[in-house]
T-cell receptor, first 115, second 115 residues
């Protein structure tokens, strides 16, 4: 168990809908990352937050957004969902300065199915 | 751009035999390299990393990896494979060209260990 939790485990929804994925990082970790794993694109970095602020952005669609709250949990919001958004969404966290800042620890993922 | 390549989609090995999962990298500067494993319906588990120092890195579950600068490789190895090692293995590199701490993953290699 990495210490990173994600809810829900599974999400089934329809095209055009909006969903929210939630992540709680390991205790004390200030950095949170979101990745998407799909059959055609593989594992792709979406976005990173550090202590509530956006730090890096990857190939994240404009229909997707994220935020990190004062208690450090993060949410990934996906809107106007399309069939191609069906994927496994992972959250990861890493330690702050003074610890192992290089290693990212991943949660179990949320499997999103868009019908 | 920073990238890693995993040239084999699948590796098959008999239980008790040594295993190697290959990874080559292409980076600007010194590479930060990682190996992760994904079991079915599970998140990614960190195995080991190379940042600097000894070229032979030891990690979890008896795995090790050898960093070879001249061949730009970071192959994952284990002296004696177990059936329980069967999983999907990802090599990754930290993208040092962009701000933040994003990981760039290879396509993954399925390891099948047969008894």
């Amino acid at each position: 168990d990495s210490g990173v939790t994600q809810t829900p485990k599974h999400l089934i929804t329809a095209t055009g809908q909006r969903v929210t994925l939630r992540c709680s990082p390991r205790s004390g970790d200030l950095s949170v990352y979101w990745y998407q794993q799909s059959l055609d694109q593989g594992l792709q970095f979406l976005i990173q937050y550090y202590n509530g602020e956006e730090r890096a952005k990857g190939n994240i669609l404009e229909r997707f957004s994220a935020q990190q709250f004062p208690d450090l949990h993060s949410e990934l919001n996906l809107s106007s969902l399309e069939l191609g958004d069906s994927a496994l969404y992972f959250c990861a966290s890493s330690a702050t300065s003074g610890g192992d800042t290089d290693t990212q620890y991943f949660g179990p993922g949320t499997r999103l199915t868009v019908l | 751009a920073q990238s890693v390549a995993q040239p084999e989609d699948q590796v098959n090995v008999a239980e008790g035999n040594p295993l190697t999962v290959k990874c080559t990298y292409s980076v600007s500067g010194n590479p930060y390299l990682f190996w992760y494993v994904q079991y079915p319906n599970r998140g990614l588990q960190f195995l080991l990393k190379y940042i600097t120092g000894d070229n032979l890195v030891k990690g979890s579950y008896g795995f090790e990896a050898e960093f070879n600068k001249s061949q730009t490789s970071f192959h994952l190895k284990k002296p004696s494979a177990l059936v329980s090692d069967s999983a999907l293995y990802f090599c990754a590199v930290r993208d040092l060209l962009t701000y933040g701490n994003k990981l760039v993953f290879g396509a993954g290699t399925i390891l099948r260990v047969k008894s």
